[in-house]
C-alpha cells in the first residue's frame, strides 16, 4: 500500500492544480494498482481505493470516466462507493456499470431507475439474472420500450403479479406477445390468455391486411381452416394410398431429406397423397388439416400456412396447382400471388400457431 501513499500526496495537488490529463493520468496509475492488487484485498483495503478513487473521480472529465466505469464494472469487490457513482453518472457513463456490475444490489438497481429514468432502466433490463423487485419495477415505471427489453431478457426473473401485468398489456400489443411467447416461464393459466390474445390479434391483422372484397369472409377463415380437424378426422380418399405416403415422408423427414424444396417438387409432379402428408410433418399438423389447407374451401389457407413456414411463392403455388378448381386459372393464380405477397409473415406465423393449437385440442 506504499504506491497508494505516495500517490495520495500527488493526490491533493493533482486535484487543486493539475489540468485534465494529469487527473485522469494519476487516476489510471491508482487504477491499475487497484486491479493488480484486488483478488487479494479485503474489505478495508478496498475502502481506501474506494475514497482516493470516488474523489478523484468527481473531477475527471467525461471520457475518463467512461474509462473508469469500463475497467471496473467486472470486478466483483470494485470499491463499493465508486460503483454507485458510477451508476447514477450519465448513461454513457454508467451503461457498463449497470450491466454489469456484482455491486449493485436489487435494492439498489430500483433506487438507481427510479432517480434517473429511461436510459438508465434500458440498460439494466440488459444485467442478467435480474430479479423480480427490479422487473416488478420497470415494469410498472418504464414504459413500453423498458418494457419490451426487459420481457426479452430470457434470464430475467417475474412475480406472479408482474408477468401478469405483462400479459394484460400484450392483449394490445402484437409484438409483446411475440416477445412472451418466446419464454418458457409463463405460468399455465397466463399463457392461455396470451394464446387469446394472439388469436384475436391474428382476426384482426386478416382483415387490416387482405384485399377488401374479402373482408366478409376473412372472420371465418381461421375457424375455416380448423373446423375440419374436430370434424370425423377421415379424409375423402382411400385410406391406403395415404397411408402409403406418410410412411414415406415420415422416412424421407428422419433421414433429413425432407424439407421445402421437396415439398414444390412432389406438389410439381402431382403427387397429391404426398405433397399432403409433407406438408402436415411439416407444419407440424394432422393430415385432415393439412388436406383441408391444400383442398379444403377456404382458398386463402395454403396461402396463410406457407407464409407462415416462410416458403416462397414458387412453392405456394406448387401446393395451389393441386387444386382442381382453382390451380388451373391463370387469373385465379394471379390473385393468389397478390394475396401472398400482400400477407405479412408475422400475421401468417400466429395463423398457424393457433391451427395448431386447435389440431392439438382432444
Known sequence: MSAVGTMLRDLESTIQRGSGHERAEILAR???LFLATAIHMDEEQVGVFDVVIGRLSRVIELHARIELAERLASIPNAPNGVIHQLALDEIAVA???????????????????????????????????????????????????????????QTARFSRH????????????????????????????????????AKNSARKRLNESLALALVDEI?????????????????????????????????LNEAGQLDEAKVRALAQSGATEHATCALAVLAQLSLPAAEQIILGSDREAVLLVARGLGWSWETTAALISL?????????????????????????????LGFLRMRDARP
Request: net charge negative; charged share 30%; no cysteine.
Open 30 to 32: 491508482l487504477t491499475d
Open 95 to 153: 451503461r457498463p456499470v449497470l450491466i454489469q456490475s456484482p455491486r449493485l444490489s436489487d435494492q439498489d438497481l430500483v433506487a438507481i431507475s427510479a432517480a434517473k429514468g429511461r436510459d438508465h432502466m434500458l440498460a439494466i433490463t440488459e444485467r442478467p439474472n435480474l430479479g423480480e423487485p427490479v422487473t416488478d419495477f420497470l415494469i410498472l415505471r418504464g414504459g413500453r420500450v423498458v418494457t419490451h427489453a426487459v420481457a426479452s431478457n
Open 162 to 197: 408482474g408477468m401478469g401485468v405483462l400479459v394484460m398489456r400484450a392483449v394490445q400489443d402484437d409484438a409483446l406477445q411475440a416477445t412472451l411467447g418466446m419464454r418458457r416461464d409463463i405460468p399455465t393459466e397466463l399463457s392461455e390468455q396470451l394464446i387469446r390474445a
Open 219 to 251: 372472420d371465418d377463415a381461421v375457424e375455416r381452416g380448423a373446423e375440419a380437424l374436430v370434424a370425423d378426422g377421415q379424409m375423402p380418399s382411400e385410406l391406403g394410398p395415404i397411408s402409403a405416403a406418410l410412411t414415406e415422408i415420415k422416412e
Open 323 to 351: 387444386r382442381k378448381d382453382l390451380g388451373k386459372s391463370e387469373a385465379a393464380i394471379e390473385r393468389a400471388r397478390d394475396s401472398f405477397r400482400n400477407l405479412a409473415q408475422s400475421t401468417a406465423q400466429r395463423v
